[in-house]
């Protein structure tokens, strides 16, 4: 079954630049989204379509993505960016089946 | 403003069924996708069903195939799951979400979840 692929985990200084990875084998066909979970709470999505940020996400959140890793960015992560971050994108089979990587928990402190 | 509002939830002992809704309010949702998303106690997100806006293609993850059966009523504006033969495996809380178009591009609005539990 088709998988996407994140870091466990990432850990950065406040101010400091955080990149999340996410790799799959169809992401140079299907587009990859990214959701933010604080713990207790419903994901929130920050990036959609690779790199389209949602009214109301900080412009510090950004999205690329390249071949078969697509990468979240926080520039100059605060504080408050202090969650879970997973990627979620589809099969590209007949079969359109979502998946979500692993999730990436990220310290800033 | 937009809202999903999951229901249902609850104990139930293994091999029973359970049946999830969802109620939509706030935007067109017969022109949305709708996806089934649960998370496990202590674990990450893990993808279930999907139906697309006008209910004509259904798509379940492997771990659910053949047990839970995802469903639409577009004129109550409502989402289900219906759960049979429930399994430890399956205890989570259970979010609905909307996706971005019609098919199955990813989630942009999400419910709050309804916690299933199986246990005897």
């Known amino acids: 079954s088709y998988e996407l692929t994140q870091p466990p985990s990432v850990s950065v200084s406040p101010g400091q630049t955080a990149r999340i990875t996410c790799s799959g084998d169809?992401?140079?066909?299907?587009?990859a989204y990214w959701y933010q979970q604080k713990s207790g709470q419903a994901p929130v999505l920050v990036i959609y379509?690779?790199?389209k940020r949602p009214s109301g996400i900080p412009e510090r959140f950004s999205g690329s993505s390249s071949g078969t890793m697509a990468t979240l960015t926080i520039s100059g992560a605060q504080v408050e960016d202090e969650a879970d971050y997973y990627c979620y994108s589809t099969d590209s089979g007949g079969n359109p089946r979502g998946v979500f990587g692993g999730g990436t928990k990220l310290t800033v402190l | 403003q937009m809202q999903l509002v999951e229901s249902g939830g609850g104990v139930v002992q293994p091999g029973r069924s359970l049946r999830l809704s969802c109620a939509a309010s706030g935007f067109t949702f017969s022109s949305y996708g709708m996806h089934w998303v649960r998370q496990a106690p202590g674990k990450g997100l893990e993808w279930v069903a999907v139906i697309w806006y006008d209910g004509s293609y259904k798509y379940y993850a492997d771990s659910v195939k053949g047990r839970f059966t995802i469903s639409r009523d577009n004129s109550k504006n409502t989402l289900s799951l219906q759960m049979n033969s429930l399994r430890a495996g399956d205890t989570a809380v259970y979010f609905c979400?909307?996706?971005?178009?019609?098919?199955?591009?990813?989630?942009?609005?999400w419910g709050q979840g309804t916690t299933v539990t199986v246990s005897s």
């Open positions: 379509e690779d790199s």
């Open positions: 169809a992401l140079p066909k299907k587009h």
């Open positions: 979400a909307r996706d971005t178009s019609t098919y199955n591009y990813g989630m942009d609005v």
